[in-house]
Structure formats: C-alpha cells, structure tokens
C-alpha cells in the first residue's frame, strides 16, 4: 500500500512530484478553497493568481474535476494537481467527509505513476482528517496480478504527505491510522473480486483465508465439501454440487478479552455464478466472478476489527460455492434440505445466494450473537431498484435497518431502507416443501430479503444488505472507487464493528 504521513511543514519546504490543492465553485470559476495556510502558499507562489489560471484553462470547481498546472519559480514540487470540492461550505463549517473523500482519492488516481504527492486540503476537523487520507489511499488503488508482456501498467502514487498542521495532534495520527487499516481491507476485498474466479476457487478462497487470519490473531475454521455433508448444509453443498470445485463454508472469528458484544457477519461467496443449469444469457454472466463480494467483505471487516484491536467479538461466516452447470447439478424442481431442517425446493438455480445463505445464517444465530449482518451480491431486482451506488438494507427490526442506514452514510457508502413486507412470504410457499427458493418477481430484492429471514433464528437482531449494485464497477472510475471490484460495505461493517465496541448495539 502506498505510504502516507502526516506532516506539519508548509508547501514550500516538501519537495515533491505534486502538490494538490482544494478548489470551490464560485459564482463566476473557481475559487481557492477556504481554510488551508498550505493551499494559500501555492497561491503565493502564482501571486495570488492560482484561481485566474486555473480558469483560464477551463477549471470550474466542480467536484472530483481535476486540472493540473506546471507551478512557477518557488515551490519544490513542480506540478499542481486542483481537485475540485463543488461549492464553499457555509461559513464556520467543514466540508463534508465524504466530498474530501472523494476529492482526495480523485486526486490521488489521477496521479498514478508519480512517486510523491503533497496533499494541500481543507482539514477543518478530526473528521476531515480521516476522510482525507482514507479516500488518498483508496484512490491509489491497482489490480495488476494478471498482466504481462510489458502491459503492467502505470504503478500507483507511492507516498503521500498530507500537509496537515494539527499532525501532532494524537487523534489525527489515530485517524490516518485507522485509514491505513481501512484503506489496506477494502484493497483486500477489491483483489479478491478482481481475481477471476479460474483463479478464486472456494478451496483457494478459503486456503487464503486460512493463511490471512491468524496472522492479525484471527481464528479459522474451514469445512471442506465431507464436513459440509456430515453438518448436513444441503444449501451451500446443493449449490456446489455442479462444480468440479467443491464448496467451503469458513468461520473466521475475532475474540476480544475487552468483549461485551458479539457481532456475526455472513458473506454470499459464489466465486463464479453462471446461473446453473438455469444458465444465465451473455451479457448477464461476464462479470459474475463478483458474486463472492459479500463473503470477501465480511473478510476483510473481521481482520479490520482485529487489527484495530475493537473491543468487540466479530465473527465472520463466508458461504463458498461455485454455481456451474453440469452432469451433477443441482435441477430445478430438486428439494434440498437446509441446516436447520428446512426443506427448499429449488425451482431457479440462479436463485443461489439465497441458499447458501440460509445454511450460513442458521449456523450463525446457533451462536446467539447480539446481531447478524448478511452481505450479498443477491439480486438483479436491487439494481434495478437503487441503482449501481447504493446497496439496499432491509431488517427484521426497524431501529435496527435505520442504525446500518446511518452506520452506512458514517462510513461514506450509500444505501437505502427496503422493507420486507410480509405478504410476500405467500409467494414462496410450495406445494412440495416447506418454501421454494423464487416467489413474487415484483420488487424481487425483497422476496429475496423474506426468503433469507425464514432462516435467522427468532429473537435475534438481523439485517441483510443487498450489494448487487454498488459491488462492481464496469464503468470508469470515479472518486476513490476504481473499476472491477468497490470495496463497498467494508466500511460499514467496520463502522458497524466500532459501534458494537461502543456499546451502540445494545438496544
Ligand atoms: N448473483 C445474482 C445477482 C446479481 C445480479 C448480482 C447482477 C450482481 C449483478 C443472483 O444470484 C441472481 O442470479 N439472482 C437472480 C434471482 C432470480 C432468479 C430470482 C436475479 O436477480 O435475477
Ligand atoms: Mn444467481
Ligand atoms: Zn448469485
């Protein structure tokens, strides 16, 4: 990961390949953005003209816009990258984390191959420190594990020095710190999205995993396919059944002496969904690698919680599967039998997260944690709903939906509550067996969100995020957030992870 420091000294005395600056939207071009005494040396340095000629060459202010100008006699870096923050904040108030978020990770993208950068932002507060380094280090991210032949690709920004003249202050190296942690997980759960699933079987998953954890003093339970089939997980072993990679089911656990609350966290970890035999069309499969992003979160929100030391206990459960087509598939029209007894019969095998979820979930609440939190990449109909930037959060507990809404937004990720309206539970009866694994097609997200509740165990605090949008980004990039694989939701869990270990859950 790239380096990052916070340091005290002035624009004019760190030599560097770039400073950045803030600019706001004024009335009529851009404008310095107020606060920095370090951004007001850059100025000096063009006499008080930064602004003028960043407007001549056609800056704007607007957020995440990127200009880069040569800098004059004077400075000792000799570039100057001004990143856009939109409108001034009102007087006396910060700008948004989330605005320095993005802006600093746009910034920071848009130096890949640089060597060091000099970040000159508006850092009102502890927070605005926090946000700024977070979206510096998320944007630097690469994915390069598969190239070659000399098309590695331009290297991410190597280190960057946060001008910051609070540096001293404790709270804002905690701040950076924890960045650093955030910024390395969320890079975790991008790589392992980003790796094609030829390469990410759930054997390979769940090796990784096992060779990862303990060394943040995390520990790891694997079940191989002969456990899974002793345990009787007919969901996650039915989904498996038509891949020549057999499927695993991972316990990963956090345990704090400093402990009063137990966090369970389940990830949907399909490393490949082709649909099964109820194939998906070109078009619809070609980036479905991205279907074990839940279980890759929940991963990396666990290692978060240990090596931010919370005291809290976070156990993570990563249903693994590869959904295939083939002579030993799973059918539509098969029943399957759950770990805690319930019979499905599975009428679309594309309907898949679901099952290997219900295996998960009812394994999880066997251990009476205070709450669940479910990740998945589930369905096509969230997309549909909310788009490719927000995940939806649905709960069997209103208090509960509303605290994971606002974890989320702390956190800087976009979501929105759904509810799970009971009526929808008559569509997934059978005349078979106790449920069928698709009902009502209207408001899909939803059925889906029902199905999984029938398998959270009764007085036990449960919210499931549907991710299927804003996991994987096959448009360009934007903010801090690169293409292929988000990160998204390993924010919130870790937020969500801090709250626990403030004693927020508790209610
Ligand atoms: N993994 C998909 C959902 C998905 C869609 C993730 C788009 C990411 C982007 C899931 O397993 C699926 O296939 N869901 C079906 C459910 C349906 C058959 C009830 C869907 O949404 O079409
Ligand atoms: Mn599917
Ligand atoms: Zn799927």
């Known amino acids: ?18 400073v950045v600056v803030g600019i706001a939207r004024g009335e009529s071009g851009p404008v310095p953005a107020p606060g920095p005494a370090a951004a007001a040396a850059v100025d ?31 400075l000792p870096a000799p570039l100057v990258v001004a990143v856009g923050l939109g409108e001034a904040p009102a007087d006396g108030t910060g700008y948004a984390p989330e605005t ?10 848009a130096l890949a191959g640089s060597e060091h950068a000099v970040l000159a932002l508006p850092l009102a507060d502890d927070a605005a420190v926090a946000a700024v380094t977070e979206g510096a280090l998320l944007g630097t991210y690469t994915f390069t594990a598969f190239r070659g032949r000399g098309h590695e690709g331009t290297p991410p920004l190597a280190r960057i020095t946060v001008l910051d003249p609070g540096a001293a202050d404790a709270a804002h190296a905690a701040a950076a710190e924890r960045a650093l942690v955030v ?7 991008r790589d392992l999205i980003n790796t094609p699933a030829n390469a990410l079987t759930p054997a390979d998953f769940a090796d990784l995993v096992a060779t990862a954890a303990p ?49 369970a966290l ?20 070609e980036t479905m690698k991205c279907d074990m992003s839940g279980a890759a979160a929940v991963f990396s929100a666990v290692l978060a919680a240990a090596r931010l030391g919370l005291p809290v206990n976070v156990t993570g459960w990563l249903a693994l599967a590869e959904n295939m087509p083939s002579g030993s598939s799973l059918r539509p029209g098969d029943v399957l039998t759950t770990y805690d007894g319930t019979t499905v019969e599975v009428l679309n095998t594309d309907a898949e997260g679901r099952l290997v979820l219900a295996d998960a979930l009812a394994r999880a609440c066997e251990e009476s944690p205070d709450a669940v939190v479910d990740v998945a990449t589930l369905t096509g109909a969230m997309v549909l709903a909310l788009g490719k930037r927000i995940f939806g959060v649905m709960a069997n507990d209103d208090a509960f939906r509303t605290l994971l809404h ?18 929808l539970g008559e569509s997934l009866k059978s005349p078979l067996a106790d449920l069928k694994n698709v009902g009502e097609r209207m408001g899909g997200g939803l059925t889906a969100g029902v199905f999984l509740n029938e398998f959270v165990a009764e007085g036990v605090r449960w919210a499931h995020l549907d991710i299927a949008g804003p996991a994987f980004n096959d448009g360009g990039p934007f903010g801090y957030t690169a293409k292929g694989g988000t990160g998204v939701s390993v924010r919130t869990l870790v937020r969500l992870a801090e709250r626990a270990a403030n004693g927020e859950l508790s209610g």
């Open 266 to 285: 389940v990830g949907k970890g399909i490393t490949y969904d082709s649909g099964g035999l109820s194939l998906k069309p070109v078009g619809a499969n």
């Open 215 to 263: 060394e943040y003093g995390v520990e790891v339970e694997v079940l191989d396919e002969e456990e899974l089939t002793a345990g009787g997980y007919g969901g996650i072993l039915g989904v498996g059944m038509g891949s020549a990679s057999p499927p695993r089911l991972v316990r990963v656990a956090w345990t704090s002496p400093a402990a009063s609350a137990t966090l």
């Open 183 to 189: 910024a390395e997980e969320v890079a975790r759960t």
């Open 44 to 74: 000096e340095a063009f006499g008080g003209g930064l602004a003028a000629a960043l407007a001549t060459v056609g800056a704007k202010g607007d957020t995440e816009e990127i200009t880069k100008l040569p800098t004059p006699e004077g």
């Open 100 to 109: 320095l978020r993005r802006a600093a990770g746009a910034a920071t993208r």
């Open 1 to 18: 990961m790239t380096e990052l420091t916070l340091s005290n000294l002035s624009a004019t005395s760190v030599p560097a390949d770039a």
């Open 406 to 423: 606002e974890t989320a937004e702390q956190a800087g990720e976009q979501s929105w509550p759904m509810p799970l309206p009971a009526e």
